[in-house]
């Protein structure tokens, strides 16, 4: 069984920052890309960012690009994004999710694991 679970949300004014953590269990999730989607209120799940099994590549979505940084600690099992420079539209339900493959993966369909998700709310 392979757990994620997302922490670190939280209000926050607009241009302030958080860090959210993915933590997993069960299944070594080390030869995994890890992601991380978000969906806001009366939208579709949106990409955000991911990240290759070894911590060498990354992919960002132009909205969060320059603002969000996604980092991996195979050591501690757990994925990061660093958020700074929050805008009220970053508002959203942040999930972490893990994929099986060498690519980066931007499609959530390539993702097999997902955690439950932590809310950001960012005030203007």
């Known amino acids: 069984q392979v757990q994620l679970v997302e922490s670190g949300g939280g209000l926050v004014q607009a241009g302030g920052s958080l860090r959210l953590s993915c933590a997993t269990s069960g299944r070594t999730l080390s030869t995994y890309a890890m992601g991380w989607f978000r969906q806001a209120p009366g939208k579709e799940r949106e990409f955000v960012a991911t990240?290759?099994?070894?911590?060498?590549?990354?992919s960002y979505a132009d909205s969060v690009k320059g603002r969000f940084t996604i980092s991996r600690d195979n050591a501690k099992k757990t994925a990061y994004l660093q958020m700074n420079s929050l805008k009220p539209e970053d508002t959203a339900v942040y999930y972490c999710a893990a994929a099986k493959t060498p690519m980066l993966p931007e499609n959530d369909y390539a993702f097999e694991f997902w955690g439950q998700g932590t809310q950001v709310t960012v005030s203007s």
């Open positions: 990240i290759n099994w070894i911590g060498t590549m990354t």
